[in-house]
């Protein structure tokens, strides 16, 4: 079981990012799917989840209202939208899954699936 991720890149403040994470080996679609980031220095935290059962989002406050979690199902890919970015977005983004959403979806060590190898993201201010 695996999950893949998009590239590393750079985008100036104020601009659209998308990230990709595309699983090998099993369908997404059976799984609720978290997005995290970690910033230099800090922990990893969540930002953005999608339920398995009934396809519910759910975000963070840092970024509501700017990102948007979406599945593709004929891609087998669970995608972030990123608007209006900020400098203090700059980091390593992560993908994880499980059976469903955790008690505590924020909190990185209570997904217990597979994780994807992370994508490096900076915004230029």
């Known amino acids: 079981l695996q999950l893949v991720q998009s590239g590393e890149t750079l985008v100036q403040s104020g601009g659209s990012l998308k990230l990709s994470c595309t699983a090998s080996?099993?369908?997404?679609?059976?799984?609720?799917v978290g997005w995290f980031r970690q910033a230099p220095g800090k922990e990893r935290e969540g930002v953005a989840c999608?339920?398995?059962?009934?396809?519910?989002?759910h975000y963070a406050d840092s970024v509501k209202g700017r990102f948007t979690i979406s599945r593709d199902t004929a891609k087998n890919t669970v995608y972030l939208q990123m608007n209006s970015l900020k400098p203090e977005d700059t980091a390593v983004y992560f993908c994880?899954?499980?059976?469903?959403?955790?008690?505590?979806?924020?909190?990185?060590?209570?997904?217990?699936?597979?994780w994807g190898q992370g994508t490096r993201v900076t915004v230029s201010s």
């Open positions: 994880a899954v499980d059976t469903k959403v955790p008690v505590n979806p924020w909190l990185s060590e209570y997904w217990l699936g597979a």
């Open positions: 080996g099993f369908t997404l679609d059976y799984y609720a």
């Open positions: 999608v339920s398995s059962s009934d396809g519910s989002t």
